[in-house]
């Protein structure tokens, strides 16, 4: 949060519900998530409407004065795409560059040309969390899934064999790595430290995908037994390309942003003198803007130019890939007012003081929380967001390891069985030509695998760490 907006809402913040209006209060949540998603299933709202309304809602059964209600709101929007939404966009240009320039279809091409039958599936894992590390889930599916199927085709093999590892690669990334979006938005939102997130967060990722994908997709090609359907193998967007980048130079492009987050993380831990000039040397290319910023710059030379882009083909590029993220940003920024909403009517500390007394730990608090929206909403942005909200609170008196926790804790719940109300099931029910049956037997038990185990890890390390 910007200094600026930290000091408009200490100012006028929304009045705070005391400890007598504790009941009203919990009314107040439960019927402000009501609406939104209400709004979203029932009604098929965009969520940045949804949770527009619904923090409004929220406000008005508090018993808030609406005018500070909205203060709250667009303070906590302005604050929080002014935190990721810069990153966020950055994200997409790489994203986006790599997919034009034919870099992923470049690592897909040469992993697979190594790898066997039967590490198959392994090489889709390996595919789609490198892959997934720099673009969002939608995006890294729809490139993904012409691979998988002319895999699956080619190779006469088990659709769900080859598709369950290359999802668990995606989701696990989208759920637990920064710099996607929901990850992003926790790590603000709780004021962890975004490099630890991310070494923890990778910690986690690598035995959860294991699990999720090439070990769970053998008892997933048994339950459902299905080919890949030959209408939905599209176009790779390299054919049109007479040259594409290199391996090792689209590798060390996207791996860039993740090297000096990871780096800045661990000088901090070795030197630990703010005033020391590597540590500051550190905070500024290590910082997520700087880092992600650099990966961009490198991937116009590294990608664009082996691909034989043009200026004007590289803007084209930046531009389109900016195009889709604006209502992303527009979620992801009306979820930090919610937050916001949250905190200032009172909510945050309403459960710091319920929890006291409670045995439960407030990972696992975080976890099911973030488990409960995700079933409501089927977002595990909204789901990441708003659980981030509630819980923040709690993230005061932690250590910097446990807040990453924290943040882990959240974006495992926020992936826990997607059903009928989440576009990802649709997507993948669509591409791979399942029914909706075979699609809560393979997809959503996959997503639940993910989110439980990466739970689990996080309350383990936290036992440890």
Known sequence: MTRLSVEMLAADPVEPITSAGHAQLGIAVLAGIAVIVLLITKFKMHAFLALTIGSLALGAFAGAPLDKVITSFTGGLGSTVAGVGVLIALGAILGKLLADSGGADQIVDTILAKASPRSMPWAMVLIASVIGLPLFFEVGIVLLIPVVLMVAKRGNYSLMRIGIPALAGLSVMHGLIPPHPGPLVAVDAVKANLGLTLALGVLVAIPTVIIAGPLFSKV??????????????????????????????????????????????????????????????????????????????????????????????????????????????????????????????????????????????????????????????????????????????????????????????????????????????????????????????????????????????????????
């Open 220 to 465: 997933a090609a048994r339950w459902v037994d299905v080919q890949a359907p030959d209408r939905m193998i599209p176009q790779r967007p390299s054919e049109d390309l007479e040259n594409r980048p290199g391996f090792g130079a689209t590798l060390a492009t996207i791996l860039l942003p993740v090297v000096l987050m990871l780096s800045k993380a661990l000088v901090d831990i070795v030197v630990d003198d703010p005033t020391h000039t590597v540590q500051r040397v550190f905070d500024v290319i290590g910082s997520p803007l700087i880092a992600l910023l650099a990966a961009v710059i490198v991937g116009m030379f590294t990608l664009g130019r082996p691909a034989g882009f043009t200026k004007e083909r590289l803007s084209s590029t930046v531009e389109k890939g900016l195009m889709p993220i604006a209502g992303i940003l527009l979620i992801v920024g009306a979820g930090g007012g919610f937050k916001q909403t949250l905190i200032d009517s009172g909510v945050g500390q309403m459960i710091l003081d319920i929890s006291k007394d409670w045995s439960i730990p407030a990972l696992l608090l975080a976890w099911l929380i973030a488990v409960a929206i995700r079933l409501a909403t089927g977002s595990a942005t909204v789901a990441t967001i708003s659980a981030a909200g509630l819980v923040a609170p709690l993230a005061a008196d932690m250590s910097s390891t446990h807040t990453a926790l924290l943040v882990l804790a959240i974006g495992a719940g926020s992936v826990f069985f997607s059903h009928v109300n989440d576009a990802g099931f649709w997507l993948v029910k669509e591409y791979f030509g399942l029914s909706v049956g075979q699609t809560l037997k393979t997809w959503s038990v996959m997503e639940t695998i993910i989110s439980v185990v990466a739970g689990g890890l996080v309350l383990l390390l936290s036992l440890i760490i």
